[in-house]
């Protein structure tokens, strides 16, 4: 059984930094693609950055490149997302998600197979 535990949300001013947290239990972790996804109430579900099983890979969506990475530490089955210059409407429930797709990096929710619970981010203006 696969499970995911995001972690490092939190309230944050506006300019500010968080680091978010991504462990996942269960074998094989450096064989998938993990994801990170955001959703404020009442909005789908929305991409944020994806990373390959080697981190080779990475992929972003407009509205966060040049300002947040993803990166993955296969020997301790974890996924980060580094979140800087932080803007009010980045507020959301930030979720980790696991793919068995490979190539391209997936964007899609429906393509994500795992989901963690979700940790909440606040930016203050």
């Known amino acids: 059984q696969v499970q995911l535990v995001e972690s490092g949300g939190g309230l944050v001013q506006a300019g500010g930094s968080l680091r978010l947290s991504c462990a996942a239990s269960?074998?094989?972790?450096?064989?998938?693609?993990m994801g990170w996804f955001r959703q404020t109430t009442g909005k789908e579900r929305e991409f944020v950055a994806a990373?390959?099983?080697?981190?080779?890979?990475?992929r972003f969506a407009d509205a966060v490149k040049g300002r947040f990475t993803i990166s993955r530490d296969n020997a301790r089955n974890t996924v980060y997302l580094q979140m800087n210059s932080l803007k009010p409407e980045d507020t959301a429930v930030y979720y980790c998600?696991?793919?068995?797709?490979?190539?391209?990096?997936?964007?899609?929710?429906?393509?994500?197979?795992?989901w963690g619970q979700g940790t909440q981010v606040t930016v203050s203006s």
């Open positions: 998600a696991r793919s068995s797709l490979r190539w391209p990096l997936p964007v899609n929710a429906r393509d994500y197979d795992y």
């Open positions: 269960g074998r094989a972790f450096s064989s998938f693609v």
């Open positions: 990373i390959s099983w080697s981190s080779g890979a990475t």
